[in-house]
């Protein structure tokens, strides 16, 4: 009986970084959460126990600390390169680095009308993302937004479904139209890219689609906001979505004799419809690990 290692992997998940940068009096502050992992000839450890070859998880935490200090943290696809490029380039058994980073945003409070120099609100759920494959001299970068949460009140019909014995759905033509985006793109190569204009301009693009695509489904306003994106940003070869469809169902109020012109929902929480998909440019180049190995 044939028994071996199979595909491995190993680092440090969810490094909590806060960084405080200061211009004169005015504090800049960024929140992220870092993951590494770390991939290459790791059988001896897995074997035999023998760890020659394992940059410890603790390390693999330190240098993102040490980094932060190093140099100003920028976009966070640049400082996920530079962690993968620093592992994958001084450990000699170290040949893959695959570095994911979430930026959580905080908005300046503000005190009698202006911004204050060092307090801040959480802004709410949404995250910035980003992960980095490095393998080599190459990189794989795939971007996206986590729990950007939309809703329409008008604008959205769900109809002509099959109807079968255990169909209860009420056909609509008026209804609301709610997610929290889950979105990945991933980029052509990785150089010579503006990073936050990417994200900035991709986020506009997802939340004006949203809003102005006439829906028929769920399904059809994925792929408008992803046909939207590709056509609008030449550096993204492909994007991927998953939406959660936040039901909200109209209350039966007739027992107290009222009518309910859609003007009072029960949002549910769970189930959900949950609509996931790609939308492609059809020369983009093959994927790279980042994209086929990645985790939505
Ligand atoms: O936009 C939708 N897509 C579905 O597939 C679906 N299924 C459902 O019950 N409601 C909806 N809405």
């Known amino acids: 009986m044939g028994i ?18 200061r211009t004169g009096g005015v ?5 992220l959460t870092v993951s590494s992992a770390l991939r290459g000839d790791l059988s001896a450890t897995h074997l035999t126990g023998d760890n020659s070859a394992v940059l410890a998880t603790d390390t693999q935490k330190n240098t993102v600390y040490a980094f932060a200090k190093q140099q100003d943290v920028g976009e966070i696809e640049d400082f996920a390169l530079r962690l993968g490029q620093h592992f994958v380039g001084t450990q000699e058994k170290i040949t893959g680095a695959r570095i994911t980073i ?29 992960t980095v494959t490095v393998h080599a001299d190459r990189a794989w970068v795939v971007s996206g937004v986590d729990g950007l949460t939309v809703l329409k009140s008008t604008g959205s019909e769900f109809h002509g479904y099959p109807k079968d014995e255990y169909t209860t759905l009420v056909e609509t033509d008026d209804r609301i139209l709610a997610t929290a985006v889950t979105a990945r793109w991933r980029y052509e190569g990785f150089t010579g890219i503006d990073w936050a204009k990417s994200h900035r301009e991709i986020r506009r693009t ?9 829906s028929l489904s769920l399904q059809q306003t994925l792929y408008a906001m992803g046909e939207a994106v590709l056509q609008a940003r030449p550096e993204v070869a492909e994007i991927r979505f998953s939406l ?26 769970r189930p959900y419809g949950l609509i996931e998909g790609t939308v ?4 983009a180049e093959e994927p790279g690990p980042a994209w086929t190995d990645a985790v939505l």
């Open 102 to 130: 979430e930026e959580q945003e905080w908005d300046r409070i503000t005190v009698d009308g202006a911004p204050h120099d060092h307090s801040f609100s959480r802004s709410g759920g949404e995250r910035r993302t980003t």
């Open 244 to 269: 959660p469809n936040k039901h909200h169902f109209l209350v039966d109020l007739s027992p107290f004799g009222l009518e309910n012109h859609n003007e009072v929902f029960y949002a549910a929480d």
């Open 27 to 31: 504090h800049h502050l960024r929140d």
């Open 280 to 283: 492609v440019r059809d020369e």
């Open 4 to 21: 071996s290692l199979g595909p491995n992997q190993y680092g440090k998940a969810e490094v909590r970084l806060v960084t405080v940068r």
């Open 206 to 214: 997802l939340l004006e689609t949203f809003a102005t695509k006439h």
